[in-house]
């Protein structure tokens, strides 16, 4: 019995002072390179967020801008024939910030693969 209870307190010992430690302030830094997400709609977190969110999830998901990548010029032409074919009203004054947020995390991705190889000299497998 006493036992049990020296290594109750043992434990919740080495909880408290492994909660304490520096560990606990280091996982608050997130690196540069890190975008945040936002758990509601899944777009990435800055300052023109809550204006992407309020003019560009009323008629359907946030998953189709997050699984789009394209050029300023590209997300225009988008919400170009979104106005046209669609219903999507005139952005106004809000659709520099809108562009400017789309390029920004739903740009051009750089190319992720290597290039194709050229000028092999392929050989048979089997004779
Ligand atoms: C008035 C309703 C409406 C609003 C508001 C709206 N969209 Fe759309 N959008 C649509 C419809 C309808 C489609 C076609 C959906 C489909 O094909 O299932 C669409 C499709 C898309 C697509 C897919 C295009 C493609 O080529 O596959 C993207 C990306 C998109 N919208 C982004 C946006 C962005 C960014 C905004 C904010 C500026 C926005 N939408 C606001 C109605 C809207």
Known sequence: MINYKFGIVLLLTMVVVGCSGEK?????????????????SGLAIDENLALVRAQCTACHSAKLITQNAASREGWEQM?????????????????????????????VKKKGRRQPLTDIEWYPLKE
């Open 79 to 107: 919400i170009r024939w979104m106005q046209q074919e669609q219903g999507l009203w005139d952005l106004g004054a809000n659709e520099p910030a809108i562009l400017d947020y789309l390029s920004k995390h739903y740009g």
């Open 24 to 40: 606990s302030t280091q996982a608050t830094s997130i690196p540069d390179d890190l975008t945040a997400i936002d758990s509601v």
